[in-house]
């Protein structure tokens, strides 16, 4: 089906240990998003990519890595995991460039606990 | 630094009433995005806005913009239950690299 994934819905995970949350769309869009979503502070853009292999930092990328070595994917990794990295993940899409009227579509989420 | 504010952070209101949220912008921008979010679940669009003076509504829901004035508004007429949700405003950067940044999102509770 159409759309935009992610991949774990749930982890929970261990202060210290990597993991990477995985985000795939179908739709060939140019730009991908990767927030977190915590009480209080609404959204917050960690990384966002233009194209393929085109990656540059939003408001809150320290602790974080990406990658985009495909247009479909655009995975997020947390390298050496801290509490205050607890949170909900949400990975989005947009399709064009300036003067777009077309929103961000928006992954169903993943909810993080690191323990 | 763009900062976006919404108010009222918490909204309680009753079936039938008329309601509106504010969304304050900080910088110039000409484009503005309404979301909603249901509990645990995703972000879902509800209104693009792209240029001053902008109006988009519905159903029972009517966004406009003044970029002028650096506001949006979100109007709710005549809530319904089916309405309760948070509510997000979202502004890009102007830069054409489609970044956003969001409001901390407005909780709408539509009580019977």
């Known amino acids: 089906d159409a759309g935009i994934t992610q991949s774990p819905r749930y982890k929970i995970t261990e202060t210290g240990r990597q993991v990477t949350l995985m985000c795939h769309q179908t739709w060939s869009h140019s730009y991908m998003f990767w927030y977190r979503q915590d009480l209080g502070h609404g959204l917050r853009l960690i990384y966002y990519s233009a194209a393929a292999d085109i990656t540059d930092k939003g408001e809150v990328p320290d602790g974080y890595v990406v990658s985009r070595s495909k247009t479909e994917n655009f995975p997020l990794t947390l390298e050496s995991a801290t509490r205050s990295q607890t949170s909900v993940y949400f990975c989005?899409?947009?399709?064009?460039?300036?003067?777009?009227?077309?929103?961000?579509?928006f992954g169903d989420g993943t909810r993080l606990s690191i323990l | 630094e763009l900062k976006v504010e919404q108010n009222p952070l918490f909204l309680s209101m009753q079936e039938g009433k008329n309601y509106t949220i504010y969304c304050n912008y900080s910088?110039?921008?000409?484009?503005l995005y309404w979301y909603r979010q249901d509990p645990g679940k995703s972000l879902e669009s509800l209104f693009v806005?792209?240029?001053?003076?902008a109006v988009k509504q519905e159903g029972r829901l009517m966004a406009s913009l003044d970029t002028k004035a650096r506001l949006s508004t979100l109007h709710i007429t005549a809530a319904v239950h089916d309405l309760s949700a948070t509510y997000f405003c979202?502004?890009?950067?102007?830069?054409?690299?489609?970044?956003?940044?969001f409001g901390t999102g407005t909780r709408l509770t539509i009580i019977p």
């Open positions: 910088t110039t921008s000409d484009r």
């Open positions: 989005a899409s947009s399709g064009t460039g300036q003067g777009s009227d077309q929103p961000q579509h």
């Open positions: 979202a502004v890009d950067t102007r830069f054409g690299n489609e970044k956003l940044t």
């Open positions: 806005l792209l240029s001053n003076g």
